[in-house]
């Protein structure tokens, strides 16, 4: 593909990256060093699941992989939660060069950047703030861990978590993710932090930065709306989840570990994918909060996915400023630009469309799944899939993987092909297949009755 093309349209670029990146690591956990058996289609879709940080497995990633194949699995984590700019600006540094206006442009697109200024800056923010959260969560986890395992089995276990909680992958090395975890506080409220740190997303965590370093008077509107979302979203889920669950998964617990379970059960909807108490034993209820909360994911610039809170928002007010009868959609005394809603809308209406669409495939190539256990489970997947959480209701085959290990070659397909879509983003992938062009002609208004 020649170098002009790429920045013309640095979308194609990146979902060449990420075919790439995944068909390499599908490569490397196909050979037998990586662990006791694969077949092509489980590699692929481990490898997918790693580098797309959602966490859906179909093997045990603490049984079925050796500690080559592990190691695979989190540099695949790593790349993909740094974004690849990230982790290639690093190789730069390492060798004191400047990332060129291709990978400009291309760091633009996949961070979701408003403008190509300070983006160097920017990448180096990235790298710098993720080895020291990283490292930060590698220490405490491993006090955390030495208390009940041996040492180097704490240690591996600390920086494996730490890696896949800040990455918001959700991937475990314990057969069973973290369940039962709400007895070691420590652990489990480290994790939740580092899911809510990468989630939040590097573009709000440099904002704070420069404002608590006086570099800048007032957080911008895009980090106000982030962090009230988020704050708002968490209380509200912990709350309802405590309320729907208290007869169920949280029942014979104390007050404390019951509020911990639920606070945790709240935060990895927004694409982490870990779990202190078991998915799949959750109530139909229960498992439609945690559906929206995946499908509205973490925020732009971060480590999650989703259609993001800051669609979420900009969406709510719109509907709030219109029902009050106002022209304009605004925020914090700020106006919202009508490329923004019609990004926002957009955004919107392609991912319920392809949600819609590859939930009415699985019913279709998953029939046996879908007569044993019916729909909901196949739309829970789904979504999990969209929003690159891991969060799976289980295989009735073995308990240790998500549901998709239950899947046929095409169900599988049809994940990965998700997997891809939500973690690129809709936006993204509509844009590499579709190059933009300026309109010379504008037609007359339509009347059109609506509602």
Known sequence: MPSKYQVKNPSRYIILVYITMILSGTILLSLPISSKGISSIDALFTATSA??????????????????????????????????????NLLLIMFRRIP????????????????????????????????????????????????ILPFKEALNQAVFHSVSAFCNAGFSTFSTNLTGFYRYPLISITVAILIIVGGIGFIVLRDIGMRLTGNKKFLDVHTRIVLLTTVILILVYTGLIILTEKGNTLRGLSRGYAFLAGFFTAITPRTAGFNLVNTGSLLPI???????????????????????TTTFVVLL????????????????????????????FLLLFLSVLYIFTMTTLLTYTEKKVYNERGFLPLLFEEVSAFGTVGLSMGSSQRSEVSLAGDFTVAGKLI?????????????VIAASLFRPREEVIKYPAAKILIG
Do not use: H
């Open 100 to 147: 060129n206006l291709r990978q400009r442009m291309v760091a633009k697109e996949e961070y979701g950047l408003l403008s190509m200024e300070e983006i160097v800056q920017f990448l180096k923010w990235i790298v710098v703030t993720t080895i020291v959260f990283e490292v930060s969560g590698m220490i405490v986890l491993f006090s955390g861990f030495s208390q």
């Open 51 to 88: 580098f797309c940080v959602t966490g859906l497995i179909v093997k045990d990633t603490a049984v079925d992989f050796t500690l080559f194949g592990k190691v695979v699995i989190l540099i695949l984590i790593q790349i993909g939660g740094l974004g690849y700019m990230a982790f290639s």
């Open 286 to 308: 229960t498992l439609l909060l945690v559906m929206l909360g995946m499908f509205i994911g973490a925020s732009p610039g971060g480590t999650g996915g989703g259609v993001k």
């Open 415 to 427: 994940l990965i092909v998700t997997m891809i879509f939500g973690r690129a983003g809709p936006l």
């Open 317 to 344: 007010m719109w509907m709030k400023n219109r029902l009050k009868g106002r022209l304009y959609t605004n925020v914090f005394k700020r106006r919202i630009s009508e490329p923004t809603l019609n990004k926002a």
